[in-house]
């Protein structure tokens, strides 16, 4: 069942005993909610940490409402269901579409969102898995590669036929949300989890690093089976990996990152991409640009994808590339932040 209809909230720890002054320290809130085909955590500290969780919760729900493409009322499904017609877009989805634009140009068509129908007809968007024809893969790609979006004083259209999916960018743009309600409400710390997208903000209570396990794509069944794990202070790790969608069919895995330029899933020889950015004062809206990345990267490739950041003249980043033939490449800025799991038998490799 792809869209989750059940709801669960977990209070793990809440506030300082009864009455007492609150220790900003100490007082935490952890909240999980289930949106977006995932399920999140999100754990704040401070003062206002209860009210700063919940806020983070009301604008994921916002979020989704806007861009889910499974909610018919959403401003993507009027958008995909218009014909042709122009729809009127708010805020948000017209920020994801610009970004969206700008990432399809720098990464030369590997990120694309017009793969919408693509995804559907993989069954990828309604958890209804086959493997297309090859004439219906061509097909399809005509509309994906002829992909563009038409501005007009009502708003925006899609081609005819054509859709949008912002599946692989939608929670690294609520990951930018989230750094801004910490500011507002102050929040000295905090964590969330999106998927595959975290946001570890500020240090750990005793002044450490935040750890986040790089999962070992390996060993999926496997609870916390990592491959290394990053000690990451204010910074977005956002991981993207042929691992976390897939079906077999005829003893072939099939999994949900779609190459543009050939129709099926993308197979460069990695296992997963994660990217690594600062989310501080100047980081706009780098929750959405390791979103982006990881997912363009994992299309191209390991040689076109350290090129592509060799030369990348946005924001910084950091990279961990997990390799099918068994390496983990990490770029040189995250090598005194990243350790291997010596047990996961990869090899480790530091590259610039
Ligand atoms: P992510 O987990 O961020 O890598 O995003 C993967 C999701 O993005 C998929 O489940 C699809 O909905 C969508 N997607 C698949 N391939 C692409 C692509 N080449 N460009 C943009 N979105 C894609
Ligand atoms: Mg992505």
């Known amino acids: 069942m792809k869209r989750l209809a059940a709801y669960v909230l977990l ?40 009210a700063a969780a919940y806020a983070c919760e009301d604008a994921i729900r916002d979020l989704e409402a806007k861009l889910s493409r499974t909610d018919p009322d959403s401003e993507v499904s009027r958008l995909n269901a218009a014909g042709g017609e122009a729809v009127e877009v708010g805020e948000d989805l017209g920020v994801l579409l610009d970004a969206a634009g700008y990432y399809h140009a720098t990464t030369d068509g590997a990120f694309n969102i017009a793969i919408a129908p693509l995804a559907s007809a993989w069954g990828f968007a309604e958890d209804r898995f086959r493997v297309p024809s090859q004439e219906e893969i061509s097909d399809l790609l005509k509309l994906v590669n002829g992909f563009a979006l038409q501005e007009t004083p009502e708003g925006v259209a899609l081609g005819p036929g054509q859709a949008i999916d912002l599946g692989a960018i939608a929670k690294g743009y609520a990951a930018d949300k989230i750094v801004e309600i910490f500011q507002e409400y102050e929040v000295p710390r905090g964590l969330a989890q999106l998927g595959g997208n975290v946001l570890a903000y500020g240090d750990r209570p005793d002044g450490t690093p935040w750890r986040v396990g790089v999962q070992d794509p390996a060993r999926v069944e496997e609870q916390n089976a990592f491959a290394g794990v990053l000690e990451l202070t204010d910074s977005f790790a956002v991981t993207s990996g ?9 003893g072939k895995t099939y999994h949900h990152i779609l190459d543009p330029a050939t129709g099926y899933p993308a197979d460069s020889g ?27 990267l994992f299309v191209m490739g390991e040689e076109r994808a350290l090129d592509f950041r060799r030369n990348w003249r946005g924001l910084p980043f950091q990279l961990v590339l997990i390799t099918e033939d068994g390496r983990v490449v990490v770029t040189q800025g995250l090598a005194d932040r990243f350790t291997l799991e010596e047990a996961s038998g990869y090899q480790y490799e530091t590259v610039s």
Do not use: K
């Open 270 to 296: 990695l296992s997963s991409v994660t990217v690594v950015a600062d989310c501080g004062e100047d980081a706009g809206l780098s929750g959405m640009m390791c979103d982006a990345l990881s997912t363009a």
């Open 11 to 50: 209070t793990v720890l809440v506030l300082t005993g009864c009455g007492g002054p609150v220790d900003p320290d100490t007082a935490q809130e952890s909240i999980q909610v289930i949106a977006m085909d995932t399920a999140m955590l999100i754990t704040t500290y401070g003062e206002r940490s209860p």
């Open 242 to 250: 042929g691992y976390q969608r897939y079906f077999e069919q005829d």
